[in-house]
Nanobody
Framework: QVELVESGGGLVQSGGSLRLSCVAS????????VAWYRQALGEEREFVAG????????FYEDSVKGRFTVSRDKARNTLYLQMNNLKPEDTAVYYC????????????????WGQGTQVTVSS
């Protein structure tokens, strides 16, 4: 099973930027659907951004459109999330996810998750 390792989280002031990275253990990752999810304290895990395995179409949650950009470097087996104009409500643990069996990543038993990286945005 593919393994995912996130990095790049941290503490940033409101309006600042961070870039999250997710490195996969398998080259086949470049063909899978991928996504970023986040989970704030006491809240359910929610979709942030993703790339489908069909035509590399990107999707964003409404509150991050225009501020976040999801991309991947297939040669490096790495998924990125560039986050600009961060807001306190973006504070959460961010998870990289993939699903070898589906064209898009959702919260299902076949979803593979990373360990998460904390993003904290101060006001």
């Amino acid at each position: 099973q593919v393994e995912l390792v996130e990095s790049g989280g941290g503490l940033v002031q409101s309006g600042g930027s961070l870039r999250l990275s997710c490195v996969a253990s398998e080259r086949a990752f470049s063909r899978y659907a991928v996504a970023w999810y986040r989970q704030a304290l006491g809240e359910e895990r929610e979709f942030v951004a993703g790339i489908s395995s069909i035509d590399e179409i990107t999707f964003y949650e409404d509150s991050v459109k225009g501020r976040f950009t999801v991309s991947r470097d297939k040669a490096r087996n790495t998924l990125y999330l560039q986050m600009n104009n961060l807001k306190p409500e973006d504070t959460a643990v961010y998870y990289c996810a993939t699903d070898p069996a589906k064209p898009m990543v959702a919260i299902t038993p076949s979803t593979v998750w990373g360990q998460g990286t904390q993003v904290t945005v101060s006001s």
